[in-house]
């Protein structure tokens, strides 16, 4: 079964046949299984008045075990973006009472992010149904077919420098 990919190699095969550009077979095909996946999930998340980074910061909150919560340096970490994007997070996902900022418990020269009754109430809503459109997005392979692409990108994130103890902080 060709696809846009199949297309886009074959004209680079016509016009530069010197040039391997093989790679594009992956490459191509993840960017565009990004995009797809992406508009799925935001379609989701829309459901729930959420959009992906603030799903992201209540999914860490929530995962993170009780009492749920973590500085904004650890959730900085987590979602590996700039101390002012999980700023932004955070003014937004408080104004909707959320989250909560305050001084910390055991350091109080620190501060730490809480989710709030609602917060949590909210992802706990949201979860299953992530859960399952992500389910969906991989219900065209098999088991086996899953468990060797979850060995694969593993492998190639590892070789890109991704590890569990940079997404560990």
């Known amino acids: 079964m ?26 191509g095909r993840l960017k565009r299984l990004s995009r797809l996946v992406d508009a799925e999930l935001k379609r989701n998340f829309a459901a729930y008045d959420l959009d992906a980074a603030s799903f992201d910061v209540l999914a860490t909150l929530r995962r993170s075990g009780a009492p749920y919560r973590l500085t904004p340096t650890a959730l900085m970490q987590s979602a590996m973006v700039t101390s002012g994007a999980i700023t ?18 055991v350091d109080g020269r620190s501060r730490e992010v809480a989710l709030t009754g609602a917060g949590h109430a909210l992802i706990d809503r949201a979860l299953p149904a992530h859960v399952d459109t992500e389910r969906g997005l991989l219900a065209g392979l098999d088991p086996a077919e899953t468990s060797a692409l979850v060995e694969t990108l593993r492998t190639l994130l590892a070789s890109l420098g991704d590890s569990a103890a940079d997404s560990e902080g």
């Open 2 to 27: 060709a696809d846009h990919v199949d297309r886009v190699v074959r004209q680079w095969a016509a016009e530069r046949p010197d040039l391997d550009v093989s790679p594009m077979e992956v490459i």
């Open 88 to 105: 932004q997070r955070l003014d937004r996902l408080e104004a909707r009472g959320l989250v909560t900022r305050s001084l910390s418990e």
